[in-house]
Structure formats: structure tokens, C-alpha cells
């Protein structure tokens, strides 16, 4: 008896729960995998942004993670694209809109290689060979409120598109397809997000014509509403874009289900924020490609044979934490510094030597993705069996020759280089 009257008393308090919940969103992160570097804006991306979103996701008790489309890249880079695809992969959004530069690439590749990959576009409006791209996606909080999410896009983003990339799509009207899909919504749901890949100025009038959406986060014009602007009852923000930003806002529902707090708390992703490692992975696969190109160009010598260990020497300290004190005195631990201060970090051949494993993809590739390999390390000098770490056996370190030390003392770069006397300098 008592167990029952229990069990009806948490019954009914779980029915009648607030529910807070927190709407992290993204728009137009045009395959950017990492922070530019530009010094007159240093904000994003993908590599700072990822890590928010999942330090946020485990520190909320319920979250949905949205994004309002151009994930992908404008220009069409297969190879980009695939690694993009895998970025999304590991940011696991909970809903998606269809963007115009997801077919950037074509329409094959979006269906072909997108589209099987990714199920949770919620696009009513666009067709493809004649096939719905997406539906409404209602969540239930843990108190009972609901939460629908739909996505609309907007024909005329395509406007600048050739023939050929957009052969196959069809886009209806989306003022009659809200008409069409809203009337069930509204009876589903308590709360209605739409994905709006139309333009800030189409949200307006979408926030005009139906007052039944709450909240339209907006794409493709790439401005920056990170506090929202409010067009009848209807909220409306964006998230400018390459992913500066991490839209955040936190909503709180009253126990009849109603809107209690509206708090917009956005992200601004700065060069200072800590890297998804996961996506650090991806950023250097593709940065080096691009790297190796310049390299070959300018007939850079790579120094460190595929055979050898190219490592940080945070690495080495675990088991050399006297050769690592010492080595953190030493010059060879500020090299790149020295680039700093004379404003040479661009220029390859000197980069070469002021850090460790350029021109290998496991070495130096920027300050943002491996600054660990921002200077002269263990390996760089010391040549070290590529089985060094994972093998029990002892494996050979080559000692330190003349020969070492001129790949980059020369005559040219430190024509009094003397190698008994500067070894002596370093030694440890």
C-alpha cells in the first residue's frame, strides 16, 4: 500500500517537473577544421569549437546540439569533405539542416557519401531524385516537456550554383510547407525550433507569418545574433560563422510546460581555448597536404628518416627527467621563440630547424595543432628507433656526430659553430 502511494507521489512529481535544458548551436562552419591564425580576428574553429560543445554536453544534465547547415565546405573539396564528414561524426548533433554548400561538392557526393552517413537532417522542404530529405524530430525532456526541431531551406541559396550541382533537387515553397507541416507540430510539441537555411531577412518574415515557432536559429547569411532578436514572440539568432561562435542558450520550462527563462549564453571560441583532439587528428591530415606542397616547392630536406621517432620532449621526460630538466634550459627549448621575436615564423627554411619533424605529419605543423613540436626536441638530435616507445627491447639512440648538428649549424645559418665547444654548452 505504501509502496504504491510512493510510487504515485514520484510519478506525479515527475509528470509536473520543471525541465531546464540547454540548445547549443552552430551555422555555417564552412569546413573550417581549425583557427585561421589571423591576427585581426583569432576566433574558431572546429578544433576549440568541438571540445566546447562536448565539455558542455557532459557538464549539462540534458542538452540538443543543432546545426542550421554549410557544414561543409564552399568550394567543393572532396578530400576536405571527408574529413568533415568524420568531424561530424564525432560531434554526434542531435539534429541538422540541409545547407546549400552540403552539395557544393555535387549532388553524387552528398548522396552518395553525405546522406547514408547522416541521418539526422530534419530539412521538410527539399527533395532529392524525388525522396524527402528529412522529417520533424520531437525530444522529451526528462520532466515531459517536448521539443520539436524541423528544417526548411531557402531555393534561392542556390542561386549562384551551376546546373550540374543541383540537378535532382527540388525545394517547395517553404512558407506552404510550414503551413503544411505546423498544425500537427503544434499539437506535438510545447516548444518549436526551426533550422532556417534561408537568409536573416526570411527568418524575419517566417517570424512574422507564424507565431507558433519559438525560436528560429538561422543560416547562410552568416551574421552574428548571438543575443537574440525577437520578431513577434518568435526568438531569432545566428552564429556568423567558420565557427567563431558557439551559440548557447538555456531554457527553462515552467511545470504547465511553458517558457520560464530564455537565457542566451554564447561561446566566443578564442585561440586560448583548448583543441579537440580528435579533431586536432583531422586538422593536421589536412593542413599537412597542404604544408607539403610548399615544401617541395622551396626543396626543404626532411632531417628525420620515416625510421626514426619524431616525439615531444614531454614524451621522453617519463623516463629521462634529468636529460628533460636540463634540456628545458637549454637553447635548442626556446628555438622557436627566437622565429618570434624576429618575425621569420612564416619563412620554411628557417622554420626547418628552429622546431622538430618538419615535413613529417607527425611533427611540427603550427603553434594551434602541435605546439609541443615548437621547438628543437629530444628527437629532433637524438635519432631514435621508430619502436623506441612500444618495444620492451632496447632500441638504438644514435649518438650525437658533427654531422647532427650541421643540417642546420652550417656555414650559412652559424658559420662559427664550433661542435666540441657548443656541444659542451648543452650538454646533459
Known sequence: MYGRILFSILLLNNLFAQDKVTILF????????????????????????VFQIQKIRESTDQAIVIDAGDFFT????????????????????????VGDQEFAAGVRFFRNVIYPKVK?????????SGKSIGKPKIFKLKGGTRIAVLGLINEQ???YYTPDKVRGIKV??????LKTALPDIVNKADFIILLSHSGIEEDRLLAEKFKD????????????????????????????????????????????????TFESLPVTIEIDLPNAPQIVKLAVKDNFKNLLVFINSQNIKIRIPENYLVESSQTCASCHSKEYTS???????????????????????CVNCHVSGFGREDGYINTNLTPEMASVNCTECHLTSAVHLSSSKKTDVQKIKPETCIKCHDNENDPKFDFEMDKALIKH
Do not use: M
Not at 226 to 237: C, G, M
Open 26 to 49: 552552430t551555422n555555417n562552419v564552412n569546413g573550417e577544421l581549425e583557427n585561421c591564425l589571423c591576427e585581426d580576428r583569432p576566433l574558431g574553429s572546429l578544433e576549440k569549437l
Open 74 to 97: 564552399p568550394f567543393g573539396e572532396v578530400e576536405k569533405n571527408l574529413l568533415i564528414l568524420e568531424a561530424l561524426d564525432i560531434i554526434k548533433y542531435d539534429a541538422l539542416a
Open 120 to 128: 539526422q537532417y530534419q530539412t521538410i522542404n527539399l527533395e532529392l
Open 157 to 159: 541559396v542556390f542561386k
Open 172 to 177: 517547395t515553397d517553404p512558407v506552404q510547407a
Open 213 to 260: 515557432i519559438d525560436l528560429i536559429i538561422g543560416a547562410h547569411s552568416q551574421v552574428k545574433i548571438l543575443h537574440p532578436e525577437k520578431v513577434n514572440q518568435t526568438y531569432i539568432v545566428q552564429t556568423d560563422g567558420n565557427g567563431h561562435y558557439l551559440g548557447r542558450i538555456e531554457l527553462k520550462f515552467s511545470k504547465a510546460k511553458t517558457i520560464e
Open 327 to 349: 634540456w628545458q634550459k637549454s637553447v635548442h627549448a626556446k628555438s622557436f621563440k627566437t622565429l618570434q621575436n624576429e618575425n621569420k615564423t612564416r619563412l620554411l627554411k
